[in-house]
T-cell receptor
Framework: GAVVSQHPSWVICKSGTSVKIECRSL??????MFWYRQFPKQSLMLMAT?????????EQGVEKDKFLINHASLTLSTLTVTSAHPEDSSFYIC??????????????FGPGTRLTVT | GQNIDQPTEMTATEGAIVQINCTYQ??????LFWYQQHAGEAPTFLSY??LDGLEEKGRFSSFLSRSKGYSYLLLKELQMKDSASYLC??????????WGAGTKLIIKP
């Protein structure tokens, strides 16, 4: 149980275009989802925390107008990278936290999306 | 400030035992997680400690000392597939995960 999927797995786009990444919790409801970015040989960097039905909370230094997050349902959150530039090329990973207090606040990770902006 | 420290890289031999240390300083503490991450893949959950002591799960064990702000992940009977990065993460008072930079473990035959 507790499977999280991401789509697409990888994407190549041209500079200036927008890319949408979907994150789905397949067999559980997730009131909270997290979006991370990871550059090569570096650790995970939290970009934003997404709560169902409300605005996302962005970490310092992350542009909310560039990285649009929508958490429209308990099983789906989307990240849209707008006007992508080569420096946005990275590995984007989402995670979902199980609803309820007995879940140890464990985060279940999606497989990640590798974005390359040319 | 919040800080998680773990070694950048470690090397061990197949069949041996390795201990990966992690020290943490976070605002509040609600537990310590260890995740395994293979190159190009997302992290996978290994262990969670919130009480002092050792938690054993097969070949992997995790230890926590809250008074010392210290944890370690112990891997026994190392296999080549254990070559990966191991991420230590502390759950702070807001139930946010604060991540370490990860320890790259290299297993040699």
């Amino acid at each position: 149980g507790a499977v999280v999927s991401q789509h697409p797995s990888w994407v190549i786009c041209k500079s200036g275009t927008s890319v949408k990444i979907e994150c789905r919790s397949l067999d559980f409801q997730a009131t909270t989802m997290f979006w991370y970015r990871q550059f090569p040989k570096q650790s995970l960097m939290l970009m934003a925390t997404s709560n169902e039905g409300s605005k996302a909370t962005y970490e310092q230094g992350v542009e909310k107008d560039k990285f649009l997050i929508n958490h429209a349902s308990l099983t789906l959150s989307t990240l849209t990278v707008t006007s992508a530039h080569p420096e946005d090329s990275s590995f984007y990973i989402c995670s979902a936290r199980l609803q309820g207090a007995g879940d140890l606040y464990e985060q279940y990770f999606g497989p990640g999306t590798r974005l390359t902006v040319t | 400030g919040q800080n998680i420290d773990q070694p950048t890289e470690m090397t061990a031999t197949e069949g041996a035992i390795v201990q990966i240390n992690c020290t943490y300083q976070t605002s509040g503490f609600n537990g310590l997680f260890w995740y395994q991450q293979h190159a190009g893949e997302a992290p996978t959950f290994l262990s969670y400690n919130v009480l002092d002591g050792l938690e054993e799960k097969g070949r992997f064990s995790s230890f926590l000392s809250r008074s010392k702000g210290y944890s370690y992940l112990l891997l026994k009977e190392l296999q080549m597939k254990d070559s990966a990065s191991y991420l230590c993460a502390s759950l702070d008072s807001n139930y946010q995960l604060i991540w370490g930079a990860g320890t790259k473990l290299i297993i040699k035959p």
